[in-house]
């Protein structure tokens, strides 16, 4: 795998490395390889806490010479008051 430090993927080679990732990891995210603070990471985006708890302790802190990041977007709550965000 290439140096994620000194040199930058192709998109390709970002495909193949993704495909590899939910080969691995599951199919519970999102991932995306980009170039972080750290050099060429890669990110998994699940969609609810839970989901990201399991993927975090699936995913090494460094994969094939990426560095990585897991991620989670959760809805608010239907019970939540959503007055609050109308301000407008």
């Known amino acids: 795998m290439p140096n994620s430090k000194k040199k930058k993927l192709s998109k390709r080679q970002k495909e193949v490395l993704i495909l590899k990732a939910i080969t691995e990891f599951g199919d519970s995210a999102v991932y995306d390889i980009r170039n972080g603070t750290l050099g060429m990471t890669l990110y998994a985006h699940a969609e609810v806490r839970e989901e990201s708890r399991v993927l975090r302790k699936l995913i090494p802190s460094?994969?094939?010479?990426?560095?990585?990041?897991v991620t989670y977007i959760e809805e608010p709550d239907e019970d939540e008051d959503y007055e609050m965000y109308d301000s407008f």
């Open 62 to 69: 460094d994969w094939n010479g990426l560095k990585t990041i």
